[in-house]
């Protein structure tokens, strides 16, 4: 869909997208001398999903949030973060992170001139966020603890020292995360009726609440979508109502036990008439499998929590609904091929190759 005042046949540099903040001025605590640091995160694409819209009977798109600059969503509040904390003078900043956070944070550092930290829980982390947070140059530890702990020491850190804390627990993050709503009323015209999102530390949840309401308000769009959260069912303190001591699911961007933004996401879910909700590790790999197989789209495990929310809940006949695919499948590469077998080597001949291919 060409953007208005896109020339056809070639990319014009007047419509080149800036990034969220640029765009989404007007809506951001940003000012006039607020350093921009960006890597023109956001403008993701919002696709049409047609068999998955056959399977339950409504018009659903998938908001693809891992084609942002690192991979993931954490990109449209890595952003805000790391410019507000340019602005405040900040020289370093730590994250605690199962894993996407601190690759924003270290390629949004890197790019800022400021020094990174990142804290993550030991052997819950997937081998491409591990990997992206090595090579743009932050400082990385494996504590022994989960996020939860994890994110407990940043915390206590952050009193002592002098460096900014980029989880969630940020505000900033959470204003640049509500950027995703605008897009995706400005593309559809209007607010969709449902709204389906993974939920961990439920900052995400909460932003694209606040983003939806927020657009409303300035009578960008005429309603606002149900919000549709889903956790994963070994880690679902929300739905089950108390802290979850030892949180565990294959969807490791997920596996929250105690969410920073517990509040916010049932004042999202309560507000809009919506809910959280959890689904098994089983129904979110049979969605992961679903999306690369029927729609193109390979994204993360916890990603898929919401479209196998939508597959196990269901959606009303013809409603207009969004997915939020959180994180590009890229960056759990051993989660793939765990799903799949990986073929032995043939010869090189004709009939090995034939013989191997089932033809
Ligand atoms: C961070 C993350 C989530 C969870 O978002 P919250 O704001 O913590 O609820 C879901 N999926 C992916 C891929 C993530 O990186």
Known sequence: ????GMAPGRLDAATHWPGIIEVYRDFLPVGPSTPVVSLCEGATPLIEAPRLSERVGAEVYLKVEGANPTGSFKDRGMTMAISKACERGAKAVICASTGNTSASAAAYAARAGLSCAVLIPEGYIALGKLAQALIYGAKVLQVRANFDGALAIVRELAEKAPVTV???INPDRLEGQKSSSFEIVDVLGDAPDYCFIPVGNAGNITAYW?????????GRSTKLPAMMGFQAAGAAPIVVGHPVKSPDTVATAIRIGNPAS???ALDAAEGSGGSVRSVTDAQILDAYRFLAAQESVFCEPASAASVAGLLAYGAPAGSRVVCILTGNGLKDPDGAISQVSVPDAVDATLDDVLAGLDW
């Open 166 to 168: 980029v989880n969630s």
């Open 262 to 264: 517990w509040k916010g």
């Open 1 to 4: 869909m060409a953007r208005d």
């Open 210 to 218: 606040r983003g939806f309401q927020e657009y409303e308000k300035a």
